[in-house]
């Protein structure tokens, strides 16, 4: 379980990123962080897994504050995977699969570490793909190529920043398919930074609004998807329609 | 998989026949191999104080200095960082002069000494400043580390004239494998490169990133740290051994990662038995060329090498254009 108890982070004296935000993370859910940018979404989820330590308040992690646990025990625990990464070294589709097995073997691999390996290429459909270098295979190849590495790292945990950034819509939609995918057969627990409203609302079963270092509301699609709600947290005029029970976000200035 | 070990057996081949070719070399042109083999008294000295150890501080330097140039581009995640390319030679050689001036004709192990802590502290230096200047475009990196290399190399060349050292910084300043006697350190690299291998798995995940790293456990600034260590005694101890072999912890690693690709335990043998093979051939060129005598190793290295990097340069700045293009 991921506790976020009233923690407040800031990189000047005046300039508070996150105010006091508490926050429990669902289990075997996928959770959406939304809000225009500066909002702190990055930021707590840079805290949330240890990668900012928190200045002020806790981050606790089953009940450990996570400052106090090992890197490598929370890598067993937590994945985190940034904003499609730039590569400046040429390794194949395996070679980081398997990087995704170090904090439980130390880059030994084991037979069970292959086994592991071998599953998420599986999983992730890049047995063909697995001697290609990651710089000759397309961006959604690539982003699947990561995520089957945090899966290789085999963590109940998967914290994911703007994982749909450069991909056009096809993979967009596949990569959130893919994310529901392992919340429903593997049951991960997942929190995900969003910059396009709609595919929170059509993919996340949990939706946390952010606006300027705090939580602003939180709860499910259509508690949170509803103009009361977006209209501040955008600062912008939202039209909210129905598309088969799902809510779907206009937010177009339409004369 | 295939393609790889055949990769593999194709240099290992090249590698014992350039090596062979070495140890053939000489001026004494009645020893060879064959009398060597024969019990020949002659060629038997000759090989077990000139030839063998020349030979194997060819292999060494040059596969140690590859594997210090893909560990700093790994650091820096820059595929222009190399030891010629941010100082870290340079600095070297003032220690080197540094231990000369002040201490003397010292054994070659104070003067390593001297050479790896000004290596490590002015690369330190180097690497520290460029993340924080943040420069985009990657190909100026190595262009201000060649300024910094020249202007650390300009205040030796004043040490130098101010203590009558300049002959002896000239000496220094040309990589030859004919120096007899210092051969011996080269050996140390083998230390380095024993870590190398070990930690050859975080040294390449240090490379897709500091949070990358983090993710997976691994403590960035100390792999960092322990990298920098690695490059400096490499640099520093072949610098006292052979003198300067410019380029080649910049373009070999760039020419392999084409056919080995950068996961260093995979690698890492493939890298340095490529570096070894590359000099080889120069060591070999350079004693032909006006044979019985022989032309400096650095001189035709720095032509071969020179040109290489220029390749490499032309083509970064393009690849660099085409990413602004493309965003």
């Known amino acids: ?255 | 998989m295939l393609r790889r070990q055949w990769k593999r057996i194709t240099i290992i081949v090249m590698f014992v026949f350039l090596a062979l070719l070495s140890l053939e070399i000489g001026p004494l042109s009645d020893v060879s191999l064959s009398s060597f083999i024969y019990g020949d008294e002659v060629a038997r000295l000759v090989f077990l104080h000139s030839r063998v150890p020349r030979t194997a501080a060819v292999i060494l330097s040059a596969a140690s200095l590859s594997v210090a140039g893909l560990l700093m581009q790994s650091i820096s995640r820059n595929k222009f960082m190399s030891p010629t390319t941010a100082g870290t030679t340079d600095a070297a050689a003032f220690g080197l002069l540094i231990s000369f001036i002040f201490l003397g004709h010292r054994s070659g192990v104070v003067q390593a000494s001297f050479a790896f802590a000004f290596a490590l502290l002015a690369t330190m230096l180097f690497t520290s400043v460029i993340n924080k200047l943040k420069i985009r475009e990657v190909v100026y990196i190595p262009l201000i580390g060649m300024m910094y290399g020249g202007l650390i190399g300009a205040i030796s060349a004043a040490v130098a004239f101010r203590f009558e050292a300049m002959q002896v910084m000239q000496a220094f300043n040309l990589g030859s494998f004919a120096r007899l006697g210092n051969f011996t350190l080269v050996y140390i690299v083998l230390i380095p490169l024993f870590f190398s291998v070990l930690f050859a798995t975080k040294f390449s995940i240090i490379g897709l990133g500091q949070d990358f790293a983090k993710n997976l456990g691994v403590n960035y600034n100390r792999v960092v740290f322990l990298g920098l260590i690695i490059v400096a005694l490499i640099s520093a101890s072949t610098f006292v051994a052979v003198g300067p072999l410019p380029f080649i912890g910049l373009i070999i690693p760039n020419m392999a990662t084409s056919f080995y690709g950068d996961n260093l335990k995979k690698s890492i043998f493939d890298l340095m038995i490529f570096g070894a093979n590359f000099v080889l051939l120069c060591d070999i060129v350079s004693r032909l060329v006006i044979f019985p005598f022989e032309m400096n190793v650095s001189v035709t290295i720095s032509v071969v090498g020179g040109i290489v990097f220029m390749i490499y340069l032309i083509r970064g700045m393009h690849s660099g254009k085409n990413r602004k293009a493309a965003a």
């Open chain 1, 1 to 255: 379980m991921i506790e976020v108890r009233s923690v407040s982070q800031s990189y000047s004296r005046d300039k508070e990123i996150l105010k006091e935000v508490d926050l429990v993370v669902r289990e075997r859910e996928i959770t959406a962080l939304v809000g225009a940018n500066g909002a702190g979404k990055s930021t707590l989820l840079g805290v949330m897994t240890n990668l900012l330590p928190a200045k002020k308040g806790v981050v606790m992690l089953d009940g450990v504050d996570i400052r106090k646990i090992k890197t490598n025990e929370v890598a067993k625990k937590i994945a985190f995977l940034k904003q499609t990464q730039q590569l400046s070294i040429r390794i194949t589709v395996k070679d980081l699969v398997e990087f995704g097995r170090f904090p439980h073997c130390g880059g030994r691999l084991r037979d069970e570490d292959r086994e592991k390996v071998e599953e998420a290429i599986y999983y992730m459909k890049l047995e063909d793909l697995q001697e290609s270098y990651l710089d000759e295979i397309s961006g959604g190849q690539r982003q699947r190529a990561f995520i089957a590495m945090i899966l290789a790292q085999d963590t109940p945990y998967i914290f994911l920043d703007e994982p749909l950034n450069n991909l056009d819509i096809k993979y967009s939609v596949e990569m959130m398919k893919i994310v529901t995918k392992l919340v429903e057969d593997l049951g991960k627990t997942i929190v995900v930074v969003l910059h396009d409203i709609n595919f929170a609302a059509a993919y996340a079963s949990h939706i946390v609004a952010m606006k300027d270092g705090q939580v602003i509301k939180e709860g499910s699609p259509k508690e949170v998807i509803t103009p009361s709600v977006l209209n501040p947290v955008f600062d912008h005029d939202f039209h909210i329609v129905d598309h088969d029970g799902r809510s779907v976000c206009l937010y177009y200035d339409h004369e």
